[in-house]
């Protein structure tokens, strides 16, 4: 079945950076942009951009951009996620979740990964 | 760029119907597919509704969406509500390539 698996819990230091995977399975991983997705304690969900496993192409939010990296290895078929200079209001959840389009794009996040606590602590 | 406002919360009685709804502040709600995702506490979110009133397989047809061009404006239904349907609902559209969610809507069902 289609699933994202993602890498475990991390616990790091103020101006650290952290790295989450996202293991895909059961489709053609490079027809499907791959999304990330955060999630604060006791907050909504608040989008950091996406990649497209094709291509490397990305697009982050601009709130982000400088910190944040999206990266894929498609011969192991996962998608990462990199912030650095990791500050304390980065605590968070972190999902990766798949565009729900083959070659598509702008019809939902169809299957979700099942997240990644990061906590920034000194 | 614009945003997506929903109610902080609702709640409604088991067996009732309840309404979340999901405004666009700007450009037409009917111009990019708006999606809802059920989150309970713990849990990742899945998808309840895509394309505006699309349910994926294995979602009950309690659930349903619609678009409403007047108040420029989406809403989810729940009917017949059962206490399991109480958690977190975020409404999902886009802006050009970016995405967009809206705050979400703590639905309680007592």
């Known amino acids: 079945q289609v699933q994202l698996v993602q890498s475990g819990a991390e616990v790091k230091k103020p101006g650290a950076s952290v790295k989450v995977s996202c293991k895909a399975s059961?489709?053609?991983?490079?027809?499907?942009?791959i999304h990330w997705v955060r999630q604060a304690p006791g907050q909504g969900l608040e989008w950091m951009g996406w990649?497209?496993?094709?291509?490397?192409?990305?697009n982050y939010v601009q709130k982000f951009q400088g910190r944040v990296t999206m990266t894929r290895d498609t011969s192991i078929t996962t998608a990462y996620m990199e912030l650095s200079r990791l500050r304390s209001d980065d605590t968070a959840v972190y999902y990766c979740?798949?565009?729900?389009?083959?070659?598509?794009?702008?019809?939902?996040?169809?299957?979700w990964g099942q997240g990644t606590t990061v906590i920034v602590s000194s | 760029n614009f945003m997506l406002t929903q109610p902080h919360s609702v709640s409604e009685s088991p067996g009732k119907t309840v309404t979340i709804s999901c405004t666009r502040s700007s450009g037409s709600i009917a111009i990019n597919y708006v999606q809802w995702y059920q989150q309970r506490p713990g849990s990742a979110p899945t998808t309840v509704i895509y394309e505006g009133s699309q349910r994926p397989s294995g979602v009950p047809d309690r659930f349903s969406g619609s678009i409403d061009s007047s108040s420029n404006s989406a809403s989810l239904t729940i009917s017949g509500l059962k206490t399991e349907d109480e958690a977190d609902y975020y409404c999902?559209?886009?802006?050009?390539?970016?995405?967009?969610f809206g705050g979400g809507t703590k639905l309680t069902v007592l």
């Open positions: 979740a798949r565009e729900g389009s083959y070659n598509g794009y702008g019809y939902g996040l169809d299957v």
């Open positions: 990649i497209n496993p094709n291509s490397g192409g990305t």
């Open positions: 059961g489709y053609t991983f490079t027809g499907y942009f």
């Open positions: 999902q559209s886009y802006d050009i390539s970016n995405v967009v």
